[in-house]
T-cell receptor
Framework: EPEVTQTPSHQVTQMGQEVILRCVPI?????FYWYRQILGQKVEFLVS????????KSEIFDDQFSVERPDGSNFTLKIRSTKLEDSAMYFC???????????FGPGTRLTVT | QQQVKQSPQSLIVQKGGISIINCAYE??????FPWYQQFPGKGPALLIA?????SEKKEGRFTISFNKSAKQFSLHIMDSQPGDSATYFC?????????????FGRGTQLTVWP
């Protein structure tokens, strides 16, 4: 069964450093998303991406965040200068055209020290 | 503003019992309501979803009940098993206005005792 994959599973970085979180969505999906989940809290939307451009972003997704689809398979989330409060699980999700079921990856745990 | 409210925060059920988790929403434009199951350290896994043109949807032991007038929907887990112990999130989206951005409830931690 196709699945969304994410790397790395755990990333530790120092405050102020740049991190790139990588995702490989399900192959025939065209809609991509990033969500985050601070420990013990609900899942929060960050950004949606379609046709090589951002469709919607939340108030969390400020100028420190960017997304990119550098090739036909990868979808990345970059945080330019990490803050302590960026520590969270980051989930990538994707869905196909015409349906609304979003499939989530296993997540990347980002720890900012 | 909390778009989707979920209760209870935690739930303890005996094996074989019925687990019921409730959600309420405010935005009448929401028209797709999925439930996700999450085990510790894993991503949310889609469990079951409903659209507002039906009042109930059943898949195996899992049933969603939907009350459009009350703007409420609930997940019922029949014959609950220890393997069902996980965190459950309800969610909602407006399929027409966005690319399906999901608004999640705060989650319910379900524990099923053997």
């Amino acid at each position: 069964e196709p699945e969304v994959t994410q790397t790395p599973s755990h990333q530790v970085t120092q405050m102020g450093q740049e991190v790139i979180l990588r995702c490989v969505p399900i192959s025939n999906h065209l809609y991509f998303y990033w969500y985050r989940q601070i420990l013990g809290q609900k899942v929060e939307f960050l950004v949606s991406f379609y046709n090589n451009e951002i469709s919607e972003k939340s108030e969390i997704f400020d100028d420190q965040f960017s997304v990119e689809r550098p090739d036909g398979s990868n979808f990345t989330l970059k945080i330019r200068s990490t803050k302590l409060e960026d520590s969270a699980m980051y989930f990538c999700a994707s869905r196909s055209t015409g349906v609304y079921e979003q499939y989530f990856g296993p997540g990347t745990r980002l720890t900012v020290t | 503003q909390q778009q989707v409210k979920q209760s209870p925060q935690s739930l303890i059920v005996q094996k074989g019992g019925i687990s019921i988790i409730n959600c309420a929403y405010e935005n009448t434009a929401f028209d797709y309501f999925p439930w996700y199951q999450q085990f510790p350290g894993k991503g949310p896994a889609l469990l079951i979803a409903i659209r507002p043109d039906v009042s109930e949807k059943k898949e195996g032991r899992f049933t969603i009940s939907f009350n459009k007038s009350a703007k409420q929907f609930s997940l019922h887990i029949m014959d609950s098993q220890p393997g069902d112990s996980a965190t459950y999130f309800c969610a909602a989206t407006d399929r027409g206005s966005t690319l399906g951005r999901l608004y999640f409830g705060r989650g319910t931690q379900l524990t099923v005792w053997p």
